[in-house]
């Protein structure tokens, strides 16, 4: 299979999730996530907001915030094709409906921090890999986003189990950035 065909049955697949069973897997997501030492020591964390079934962040997102976690929100720039990571305090009032109808930090209050400070990013995608390997929607945002970020920044990718595939390195190319961690509602996935 292709880019697109790939993209396009793994998009059904998680579309067909009913909510209940979404919310459910979510929290399991969740829980893993939270036992990383990699998000435990972290200061800064960027997250994103889940749409179209994505794992659901918001709870995760209050829950960073809770913890004393600086937690930033991607604002897309849809010309520049960029990413800004932007601080936010409230998931609830900080943020506003933006590109591609995705909550966003709100354009008149942007708190833009540099990608250097960033410890951990959490990653969207449709299908992932266990070398790392991310298949995204197509834009190549992220792609641009994390080439910025440190070094030892740690890339760590939200899926449900059957977003996880054998092998993509036959759709991927060289520009496309890998993950280290895929988060599951089944295991924490090591890409290294």
């Not at 049955?9 to 067909?16: N, Y």
């Not at 069973?21 to 990383?36: A, G, N, P, V």
């Not at 400070?117 to 929607?137: E, H, M």
Request: with cysteine.
């Amino acid at each position: 299979m292709n880019k697109i065909e790939i993209r396009a049955k793994i998009i059904k697949k998680r579309s067909a999730v009913p909510q209940e069973e979404m919310l459910r897997l979510s929290h399991c997501i969740q829980k893993i996530l939270f036992d990383l030492p990699q998000v435990r020591k972290a200061n800064f964390i960027m997250a994103y907001m889940a749409f179209k079934n994505e794992v659901s962040t918001v709870e995760i997102i209050e829950k960073l915030l809770f913890r004393g976690k600086k937690v930033l929100l991607p604002y897309v720039v849809p010309k520049k094709k960029l990413i800004i990571p932007a601080l936010i305090e409230n998931v609830h009032t900080d943020l506003v409906k933006g590109s591609y109808g995705i909550l966003e930090p709100n354009p008149n209050d942007i708190k833009e921090v540099e990608p250097s400070k960033i410890d951990v990013v959490l990653v969207p995608g449709v299908a992932f890999d266990l070398r790392g390997n991310r298949l995204g929607y197509g834009g190549g945002y992220y792609d641009r986003f994390l080439i910025k970020c440190r070094q030892d920044a740690v890339f760590i990718a939200l899926a449900y189990h059957f977003q996880v595939l054998d092998d993509l390195s036959h759709v991927v190319e060289t520009h496309d950035q890998k993950v280290h961690y895929i988060v599951t509602d089944r295991e924490a996935i090591c890409c290294r």
